[in-house]
């Protein structure tokens, strides 16, 4: 039986939501470049997976963080996934901007938060973790409680498992970079001499430049 993990990457890798360019990389809005480019809002598009996702997130967050007393979706990405969710779960939904609003309240939280609540955060994917952590940031500053964030993707760097863990906030994702470049490798979208490319991308993703 295969892996949630595997499961998914094999169904983004379908949609091609994920694209693998080991010579021909992808400059991020950070200024790296990156032979691997993920985009988890294709799956938007699609209602059998779109549904997928939003069932899957439901069962990790029933098994894994219990009572929940709201949803929070970090911004843009992770709104309509959240919105989903939290329907399905008859709970209420907020959503976080990564700055505050520049004109009528100048809201960084949209929606209403209590003091006191326990909120799961829901997130597009996972990089270096800055943005999403400056949402559970707001949040606590609310005088709420992060309970865990999920994620469709993360990336794994080691900066973001050691933000995570400074943050003492518990990740779940639905799939992984590993998990990616095992169904990509499966189904030769990649092929062996792509795998130490990658890799060596994905130990220092800030100083990696294409090998021409």
């Known amino acids: ?80 996934q959240g919105a989903l969710v939290a329907d399905e779960l008859n709970l209420p939904f907020v959503y976080v901007r990564s700055t505050p609003k520049d004109h009528g309240l100048e809201n960084l ?18 990089s270096t973790g800055g943005s999403s952590l400056k949402a559970v940031d707001a949040i606590r500053n609310n005088g709420c409680e992060v309970i865990g964030m999920v994620a469709s993707f993360t990336y794994g760097f ?7 863990k400074n943050a003492k906030v518990t990740l779940v994702t639905l799939t992984n970079f590993e998990a990616v470049l095992e169904a990509a490798l499966r189904t030769e979208y990649i092929s062996e001499k792509d795998i130490p490319v990658l890799d060596a991308w994905r130990k220092d993703p800030a100083h990696w430049d294409v090998v021409k």
């Open 158 to 164: 080691p900066v973001s498992v050691e933000a995570f």
């Open 1 to 80: 039986m295969k892996t949630l993990e595997k499961l998914f990457a094999e169904k983004l890798l379908r949609i091609k939501a994920i694209k693998l360019q080991p010579a021909n990389p992808f400059t991020w809005a950070s200024g790296w470049k990156s032979p691997f480019y993920c985009d988890n809002r294709k799956t938007l598009s699609y209602p059998a997976l779109r549904n997928f996702v939003k069932l899957e997130i439901c069962r990790i967050i029933e098994e894994r963080f219990g009572e929940v007393d709201a949803i929070a979706g970090v911004a843009t990405g992770a709104i309509p």
């Open 109 to 126: 939280i949209e929606g209403e938060l209590r003091p006191g609540m326990k909120v799961v955060v829901i997130e597009d994917l996972i």
